[in-house]
T-cell receptor, first 114, second 114 residues
Framework: DTEVTQTPKHLVMGMTNKKSLKCEQH?????MYWYKQKAKKPPELMFV???????INESVPSRFSPECPNSSLLNLHLHALQPEDSALYLC?????????????FGDGTRLSIL | GENVEQHPSTLSVQEGDSAVIKCTYS??????FPWYKQELGKGPQLIID?????GEKKDQRIAVTLNKTAKHFSLHITETQPEDSAVYFC?????????????FGAGTILRVKS
């Protein structure tokens, strides 16, 4: 069982909807990540939070809005998404952003945009 | 930037045989190399990692070797079992000007036939 918990597991939404993805970890990790994974492809980094502050935004469109309310929680707010945004959204965490710290992934939210 | 190439893209082995997956990276400054296993409907699971000050690491049936001079690293699975069937991703930690990120290989689909 993964120690990074993501909800919901599946989400279907229309292009005009607003929804949020949630991620939680209780390992005391201070770095948290959002990745996007298309079918048969590797994960692609979207955002990095370090000590609850956004430290990397990989030029992600503004219709994706991350939020880190505290050291255990990470949200991804979705608004006006496009069909090509359908993918598996993965959250990960690591002890900190040091270069040799392993990242642990959740099982993701499978998002479908109608 | 960092580029990670992974081969083969698919690998079929008979149960009990060994499986080897190879990756090469481009940035000699990369110093951390994790391997992830992703089963259907799950997130990537860290199975082993190696840091650049080590040439080899082993954990039961799984081993990773690193050749810094040639900039390549390999995953070795011995005595394969049907439950080893999954997609395997290698990654390299790329040290950027404003932080660091994991750069993933394209993945290898491993099928273990019983």
């Amino acid at each position: 069982d993964t120690e990074v918990t993501q909800t919901p597991k599946h989400l279907v939404m229309g292009m005009t909807n607003k929804k949020s993805l949630k991620c939680e970890q209780h390992m005391g990790h201070r770095a948290m990540y959002w990745y996007k994974q298309k079918a048969k492809k590797p994960p692609e980094l979207m955002f990095v939070y370090s000590y609850e502050k956004l430290s990397i935004n990989e030029s992600v469109p503004s219709r994706f809005s991350p939020e880190c309310p505290n050291s255990s929680l990470l949200n991804l707010h979705l608004h006006a998404l496009q069909p090509e945004d359908s993918a598996l959204y993965l959250c990960a965490s690591s002890q900190d952003r040091a270069s040799n710290q392993p990242q642990h992934f959740g099982d993701g939210t499978r998002l479908s945009i109608l | 930037g960092e580029n990670v190439e992974q081969h083969p893209s698919t690998l079929s082995v008979q149960e009990g045989d060994s499986a080897v997956i190879k990756c090469t990276y481009s940035d000699s400054a990369s110093n951390y190399f994790p391997w992830y296993k992703q089963e259907l409907g799950k997130g990537p699971q860290l199975i082993i990692d190696i840091r650049s000050n080590v040439g080899e690491k082993k954990d039961q049936r799984i081993a990773v070797t690193l050749n810094k001079t040639a900039k390549h690293f390999s995953l070795h699975i011995t005595e394969t079992q049907p439950e080893d069937s999954a997609v395997y991703f290698c990654a390299a930690r790329w040290l950027m000007e404003y932080g660091n990120k994991l750069v993933f290989g394209a993945g290898t689909i491993l099928r273990v036939k019983s």
